[in-house]
Every structure is written in C-alpha cells, then in structure tokens.
C-alpha cells in the first residue's frame, strides 16, 4: 500500500463576469418582454407575469455578488438568456477539454511535473459537454498522458468522489500518479429564464495533482482519509443537459431540461447529512474539531456553508477557518471546494489538519482530510 497525497492544484477561472446587477437588468427585461408578449393572457387570468428578480435578494439569499461565465453577451442577451458557445468541430478540443488543459498545467507546474510523467486522468463533473468519447480520454490525449482516462458524475460532489477513486488507485499501486479535473460549464445547464434559480451557477474548471506522498517534489497534502456517501433524491436534478442551443421559444422548451431544485427542502436535508457525515469521519480518523484547521466546503451558499462550519467546529468558525468563494464565483458545483482549497491553503503549516467536503445532487457528500507536510 502506498500514502497518496495531493501535490498541486490549479484553477481556470473564466474572464468574462456578470454581476448580480448585470443579471438582475437582463432578466427584468426578459420578464417585462414576456409579460408584454402575454398580457392578453395575463389579464385574462390564463397567466401570472413573470415578477422581477433584485440583486438585494440574490445575495441575501445566497452570498452571492458576481459569477464567472464563458459567454457573458448571451446570458444577458433577453432574447437568448444562454451562453453562446462556438461549436466545435470533431477534430478540434472540446470545450471542457479546454479548460481541463488550463487548469492542468497550472497543476501540473504547481506539482513540479510534467504532463507524461502522470498515468491516469478522471474529469469528474456535473455538467458533461457529451456522452462519450470521455473528455478524460480527450485531456490524456492533448497533454500527452500515457495509461488511461475516464469520466465521472456525482453532481457537485464529482471532485471529492474524483479524489477518493485516485487516492484508491495510487494507495492499491494501479497508478503512480493521477490528474483529477473538474471542468464545470454549470452556465449551459442553468435555466437563466427562472427567477428562482438564475443568479445559482458560474463556469470554472479546477484541477488536482495526486501521487505517492513519497514521490511528492516538496511541500503536499497527506490524504488521510476520504468518505463518500449517496443517497437518492430528486430534489436537485436535470432531465436533458448540455446546452441550449436555440433561441428563446423555439425550442421544445420543458422546464425539466435544466438544472431544477427544491431549494427549500434541499436547505433543510444537506445541513443534517453533512455535518453527520462529517463528524463521521472524523471520528473514525480520530480527528477533533480542535485539531481542524480549516474547511473547504461545497460553495452553493452562505448561510448554509455558515451552519455546517459550525456545527463541525462546535463554534462559529474564525474569519479564514471556513473560506468562501462563492461571493466571486458563485456555485461552481463540484469546482467550488477545491476552488477554495486552491485558494486558502498557502499560509497553511506543516502538520495542519484541513478537510475538502462537497455535498450536492445525488445526494452526495464526499470528504477528504488532508494533512500539510512541509
Ligand atoms: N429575486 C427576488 N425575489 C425572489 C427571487 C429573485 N431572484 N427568487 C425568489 N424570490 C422570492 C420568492 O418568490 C419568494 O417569495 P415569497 O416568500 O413571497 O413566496 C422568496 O423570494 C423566497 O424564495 P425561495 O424560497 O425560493 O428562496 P430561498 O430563501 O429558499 O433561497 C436559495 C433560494 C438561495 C436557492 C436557497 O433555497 C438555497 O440555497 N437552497 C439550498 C440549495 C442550494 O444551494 N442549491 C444550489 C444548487 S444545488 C447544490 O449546489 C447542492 C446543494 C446541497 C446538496 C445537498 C446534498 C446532501
């Protein structure tokens, strides 16, 4: 048996932005065109209009201030309200492919490696670009990976499950080394049109470099232990996938297409399972609230972050012990904890003690605690 351990971690942030602001404009004025467009039906009580969202809302509700996009003219665009990719031709690199690579090589360099010197790729994410061939074979193939590659879903729990089959693989010895990418374009699989839900989703792609602790170039992150748990439910799915392609209205338009939620209840169930699941495994690793240093969990809300942080510390955790991104980012699904972890691990020392926890459609919950060496 071999020690895995994390060695690098790279982010792909998109450069296009859309503040709530910005989105608030774009929907209202999609609402007020609808609502015109129907107001027969509307007066003749056929109808409800379609009520202005507010950016006040938004980020009460959720923590939210801006997000990340690919395509930042079609969302805003009231008579699209999708982003617009460019299709691309067979023999060209997808997009998912394309941010793998960005996010991989920061990785790679921030591993001390070189791409032909990793022997597996998995690309776990909620939101796949096809069916197959899978964008995992496609990243091997562009950064010239010898070995294997695979895809995996579990929502936003993709990352964590991602890590816990690679941390699997090098501690059985199938493979020396492994990338683990997250290539989420959550802004495809969101219905924009939705005042409920359309402020929720950014794109990103993040990236995670393990290996053998004892092959790891300088300072890494010990993966003492990972858990995952499922259990179905439906009240986060999405019936179709992958981008909309037509315009507003011509299109077989059934709002089961897109990413829908019961936000209320999910609020209610992830708190519980989470902070169970948690303390969990850090029994059974005999890991104490007071020996953690720092959680990075799933970004999907504030309030929600807020509560299992502190029910996993048994206090209300200090500024920087539970970091968010989401303000800037939004939920990235399965990219935000690592997102987070990437971000606000630096300043960490060696022997600290941090857990990576995601929890999202599914449902799932994956944890990974890892300890800081060097
Ligand atoms: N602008 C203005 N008003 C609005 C808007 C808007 N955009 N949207 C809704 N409202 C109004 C509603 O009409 C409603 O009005 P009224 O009270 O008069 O009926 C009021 O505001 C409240 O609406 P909601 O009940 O929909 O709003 P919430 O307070 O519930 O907030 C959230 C919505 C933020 C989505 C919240 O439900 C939430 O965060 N839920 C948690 C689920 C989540 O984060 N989902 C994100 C994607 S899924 C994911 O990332 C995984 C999460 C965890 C998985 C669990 C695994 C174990």
Request: proline share 4%.
């Amino acid at each position: 048996m071999y020690a895995p351990a994390i060695t690098g971690t790279g982010v792909f942030t998109p450069e296009e932005v859309i503040t709530n602001d910005e989105l608030v404009v774009a929907f209202n004025a999609y609402a007020d065109r609808m609502n015109a467009e129907h107001a027969a039906a509307i007066a003749a009580g056929e109808m409800e209009p379609i009520p202005h969202s507010s950016a006040d809302f938004i980020f009460s509700a959720s923590g939210i201030e801006q997000r990340h996009v690919l395509n930042k003219s079609g969302v805003l665009d009231p008579e699209i309200m999708h982003p617009v990719l460019r299709p691309r031709a067979d023999d060209e690199p997808g997009v998912m492919a394309e941010m793998a690579l960005d996010a991989a090589r920061k990785a790679l360099a921030a591993a001390g490696r070189e791409s032909h010197e990793i022997g597996a790729v998995i690309v776990a994410a909620s939101n796949h670009e096809r069916a197959y061939p899978a964008i995992a074979v496609e990243v091997q193939q562009l950064l010239g990976i010898e070995g294997f590659g695979f895809d995996m879903n579990v929502a936003c729990s993709s990352a964590t499950f991602g890590i816990q089959a690679a941390a699997d693989m090098i501690r059985s010895g199938s493979v020396k080394s492994v990338l683990m990418v997250n290539p989420e374009i959550c802004s495809a699989h969101l219905e924009w049109r939705d005042r409920d839900c359309h402020f929720i989703f950014g794109d990103v792609c993040t990236a995670v470099v393990l290996e053998r602790a004892e092959d790891a170039k300088g300072a890494h992150w010990d993966v003492l232990g990972t858990r995952c748990l499922t259990q179905f439910s439906n009240n986060i799915r999405n019936n179709n996938g992958f981008l909309r392609r037509t315009r507003v209205g011509q299109m077989e338009d059934r709002r089961d297409m897109q990413f829908m939620q019961n936000g209320r209840k999910v609020f209610r169930e992830v708190v519980p399972i989470v902070s169970e699941h948690l303390g969990a495994h850090m029994a059974a690793l005999g890991v104490e609230a007071a020996d953690v240093k720092r959680l990075w969990l799933h970004q999907a809300n504030k309030t929600m972050n807020d509560l299992i942080g502190k029910k996993v510390m048994g206090r209300v955790p200090e500024p920087g012990e539970q970091p968010n991104i989401l303000q800037d980012y939004a939920n990235t699904s399965s990219a935000g904890s690592i997102i987070a972890f990437s971000q606000f691990s630096e300043d960490m020392g060696d022997g600290d003690l941090g857990i990576i926890c995601s929890f999202g459609a599914g449902y799932s919950v994956g944890s990974v605690v890892l300890r800081k060496v060097g």
